[in-house]
């Protein structure tokens, strides 16, 4: 069973900075594509971010020079750092662990919530 829980999520002001963390269980986690989504309300979810096994990093146009993302294969657990945030990054952020060969798999974690308001 693969477990995948978020933390780091909160409220803070258009311009600061939060950093999110997924840590996993259960899996080959070096094995594993890990990836950022995000879900706003009334809009559909979208990929902020992505880490391939290797560690290449991958962003959406919106968060490129603001988000970083970086993996720990020691601790199993990647992270998100966001900097100069704003309003329009106000979603529920999700972990996603992904392979497509053996051992393959696809799973999600609860979710956490990142709001932008002053």
């Known amino acids: 069973q693969v477990q995948l829980v978020e933390s780091g999520g909160g409220l803070v002001q258009p311009g600061g900075s939060l950093r999110l963390s997924c840590a996993a269980s259960?899996?080959?986690?070096?094995?594993?594509?890990m990836g950022w989504y995000r879900q706003a309300p009334g809009k559909q979810r979208e990929l902020v971010a992505v880490?391939?096994?290797?560690?290449?990093?991958n962003y959406a146009d919106s968060v490129k020079g603001r988000f970083t993302i970086s993996r720990d294969n020691a601790k199993n657990t990647v992270y998100l750092q966001m900097n100069n945030l704003k309003p329009e990054d106000t979603a529920v952020y999700s972990c996603n662990a992904h392979r497509s060969t053996w051992p393959a798999g696809d799973y999600w974690g609860q979710g956490t919530q990142v709001t932008v308001s002053s």
């Open positions: 880490s391939t096994s290797g560690g290449s990093p």
């Open positions: 259960g899996t080959i986690f070096r094995l594993y594509a």
